[in-house]
């Protein structure tokens, strides 16, 4: 019987050595890059063009104006479409003149110009709601108050006891009635985790880093909590963000180390997983093969097993190679172009150099987008048929780019492996918009606002892009909440969240929107829907 079963093994060794190897072949052939391309002279700003004030209006409304999408030979009246974006009133398009004429000046430099008329045609936050009282970090137990002073004493007079109440009761008032004392939250988690009590520990720091995220001690305390807890994951996202969100930091290189020490944990921990469960889901697949005379599930185990163990990138590419054949991609070179520039500058200083990224325009008209590990950006056309201008295409690209940048997608795939046969994640041979199904966490929507936001505000963009988007999401929605918003929830929340991040870090709403040339690349998106949607008529009434 040992025999036996040692054969066995033996043969399906071979089996996935000889099945890995080819697939390894196959699944590391390079894919060309989109090439970045410069825009179109058409679509680029001249502060100095000349233009009257009528010319430049018209061509303006024009632009706005909604696509109807209609056949020439429609000579019936439709009715009106609830999910059509309205077409722009008089104030609208004077509005979008004015920040025409703001983008002008800022591009020729004349900043405090600029900002004067982007002050006028932008209205204040309603909705922020800093947090009142929030007093600067401070690390020295002699700059605490009076009552702060006697909770670090008595907590300090409990360790050395060795006295659990006495310790961790004065400590939970220290860091409730003085959060800005960053030594306490650390203590308090060190004490937590000293009695047992991990997770609290872990709540108790995820607080105090949502109140002070730009202190490295104590996002370097949180790293290494989820570590000690074996969240490599978690914990090479905290430092990653850290290091990514300030760049300046004299720390910032030490905090990217741990970033890549941890994500190198948690794939051996991935890679260890899924060994073992190699030859089950091979077993499995033999005895499916029995039953039903289909080698379909074995391969498709063995296919999904061996890219994700080469990684982020090896997904990313073989899943896009399989999107080029499968969906219908816009090639419009001045489209292509608007859209790789914007994506290439936000990709520069998202801190991941290790991935080739490339950016997809797909021929549909709901607003939607969707990112896959490794940096392949697909966005829908209707994203920009539908948004007001290059700022807000800014901050739904930063978006997405965010969550490449922070693995959130690797991390949905690798964990789905764990508990379920990873091809309805990774959709070899079927349908490519599964894998455009995963659901991100609330958490990592919030991560991917923030970085968002902040990657548009480091390469020009007006920090409310992101912001305005979501803004203009919900000006559109009727009975259903559009596709991105329903792939990505939080709704107003986020769009509080974001306001009181650009108002709390100070960042410019003032800076360049990009309407004039989104106008162009607009109308230009419009007439390629348009041109879709007459072929498929006509394909249909043949």
Known sequence: ?????????????????????????????????????????????????????????????????????????????????????????????????????????????????????????????????????????????????????????????????????????????????????????????????????????????????????????????????????????????????????????????????????????????????????VLGNIITGALGYALTGSLLGPFSALDSTIMLLQGEEAIGESVAKQAKKQLDVIKDENVLAYVNEIGQKLAKVAGRDEFKYEFFVIPEENLNAFALPGGKIFLNAGAIAKTNSEAEIAGLIGHELSHVVLSHGFQLVTQGNLIANVTQYIPLGGTIGQLFALSYSRDMERQADTLGTRLIVATGYAADGLRNLMVTLDKQQKNAPPSWLSSHPGGNERVSDIENLISRSKYNRYAYEGVGRHAEIKARVKQLLKEKKEREEKKSRS
Do not use: C
């Open 1 to 277: 019987m040992k025999r036996t079963w040692k054969s066995l093994l033996l043969a399906l060794n071979w089996v996935l050595l000889s099945v890995g190897t080819s697939m390894l072949i196959i699944l590391t052939q390079p894919i060309a890059p989109v090439p970045a391309q410069e825009p179109a002279a058409s679509s680029t700003i001249d502060p100095n063009s000349p233009s009257s004030e009528a010319t430049k209006v018209q061509k303006l409304q024009n632009a706005l104006q909604p696509s109807t999408l209609e056949t020439p030979e429609a000579s019936e009246p439709k009715k009106p479409d609830s999910a059509q974006e309205p077409a722009p009133t008089p104030e609208e398009i004077a509005r979008q003149q004015q920040l025409i004429e703001a983008d002008k000046l800022y591009l020729a430099g004349q900043i405090p110009e600029a900002e004067k008329l982007y002050r006028q045609v932008k209205e204040p936050f309603t909705k922020t709601s800093i947090p009142e009282g929030r007093k600067a970090a401070i690390a020295d137990p002699t700059q605490l108050s009076p009552g702060g002073k006697v909770y670090w004493r008595e907590a300090e007079a409990g360790i050395a006891s060795k006295l659990q109440t006495r310790t961790l009761v004065p400590l939970q008032l220290l860091v409730e009635k003085n959060p800005e004392f960053i030594l306490g939250h650390i203590r308090y988690a060190e004490v937590l985790k000293q009695y047992d009590r991990p997770q609290a520990a872990l709540d108790v720091l995820e607080r105090a880093t949502s109140l002070y995220p730009d202190q490295p001690e104590l996002i370097k305390a949180r790293v290494t909590a989820l570590a000690g807890e074996k969240k490599w994951m978690e914990a090479s996202l905290a430092a990653r963000q850290f290091a990514i969100l300030n760049p300046q930091n004299p720390q910032a290189s030490e905090f990217t180390k741990l970033a890549q020490e941890n994500l190198k944990r948690y794939k051996s921990h991935i890679r260890e997983e899924i060994r073992g469960n």
